[in-house]
Every structure is written in C-alpha cells, then in structure tokens.
C-alpha cells in the first residue's frame, strides 16, 4: 500500500515550539539592561518559544544576528541541549559589549562586528558552515538592515528557517513582514500569540 508523507504546517510546527518551550528551564538567560531605562530585566517569554524550537525541529546550527546581552541565544542553547555534539551558535553584534550574559559558555562563538560588511560575513563564514538550521535576526529594525541581513546571510548560509524578531515594532519592520509574507505564502506565520511577543515575531521556512 502506498504511504504518503504528511507535512506538518509551519503553524503547527510554531504550536509545537510554544508548548516544548514552556518546559525548558530557562532561569538565568535574562534580557539584561533595557537600553531606554537601564533596568535588568529577566527571562522574556518569547525566550521560552525560542528555546522550544530550537528543541522540537533538533536545531544545531544556528546564527543570531543582534546579540545584545545574549539571553536569546542563551535560551536557544538551552533548547538545543547545552554540550550535544556538533552544536554551531553563533551571535553577532556590533557593539564590543554585547554578550555579557554568555560570558564562560564557551560552546556559543561570540562575533564583534557589523554584520553588514563584508568583513563580518567572513568572520561568520569561518565559525559556522551551511546549510543551517536558523537565522534568527534582532537586530536594528530597519527596512534596509533587515532586508540587507536576509540577502547576505540567507544567501550565504540557507536556513531551514527564519525567524524575526518585532516585525509589528514600526512601519518599515511591517513592510518587511508584508513582503515576506507575500512571497512565502503558507510557509511565512506570524507566531506573534504564540511567542508573547506584542512588537511581533515571525517566523519563514525555507
């Protein structure tokens, strides 16, 4: 008898994520200090869907680009199992002092540099190799940055997935949204709910 493989929805895949990610511990990887009132601020919930996605799809290589204190990438180490072989995190920031939340994990490569220049890109290029599993952008929420991260990184790196970060936070971050929602169709969701992340969180599969 002929079997069929049954290919689950991106929306299931996020539904997934949310629920893995409620059960993953993730005490410790704080946001840091707010850049508008310096207050420390903990564990975000979108942390928690991060963490179950990078479990529930066996993520191992992923890029980050927008590290800030580094409690994002924090979380998704948790969800990808902190010393399972053949782990490639990466996060790339351009201020010398991002990343202060993931000093001693040495499994996560930290990489100082504008991501834009070509320098970087090289950088990156000699810390993680394709095709990998994540592209998560946080970084300045610009229509030119952003849709500059996805040409160069995307190009270079084809990951299975793509997740961005406040894409409700303005207008330009909306049309991005608008535009890779137009051309990705069903595989583009908006898992905004799901993530807790008013300012918008939305996520491509490739």
Avoid at 67 to 91: D, F, H, K, N, P
Avoid at 170 to 188: H, L, P, T
Wanted: proline share 4%; charged share 20%; aromatic share 8%.
């Amino acid at each position: 008898m002929e079997t069929h493989t049954i290919t689950p929805t991106l929306k299931y895949i996020c539904e997934n994520a949310a629920n893995a990610g409620r059960d993953i511990d993730l005490n410790g990887c704080d946001y840091g200090p707010h850049k508008r009132t310096n207050l420390h601020l903990g564990v975000q919930p979108y942390y928690h869907f991060l963490a179950g996605f990078a479990r529930t799809l066996g993520c191992k290589k992923i890029l980050e680009i927008g590290t800030s204190y580094g409690g994002s990438m924090m979380a998704i180490s948790r969800g990808c199992g902190a010393g399972q072989a053949g782990l490639e995190l990466v996060t790339v920031d351009k201020i010398d002092l991002a990343g202060q939340g993931l000093s001693g994990l040495l499994h996560i490569t930290r990489i100082h540099g504008d991501s834009m220049l070509p320098d970087t890109l090289g950088l990156v290029r000699a810390k993680i190799s394709p095709p990998i599993d994540l592209l998560y952008i946080d970084s300045k929420h610009s229509y030119d940055h952003v849709t500059g991260n996805i040409r160069s990184y995307v190009g270079e790196f084809r990951p299975r997935f793509l997740i961005l970060d406040d894409i409700h936070l303005n207008a330009e971050m909306e049309n991005v949204w608008r535009e890779i929602s137009a051309k990705f169709g069903d595989q583009a969701f908006d898992a905004s709910e799901l993530a807790q992340r008013p300012v918008g969180f939305g996520v491509a599969a490739y």
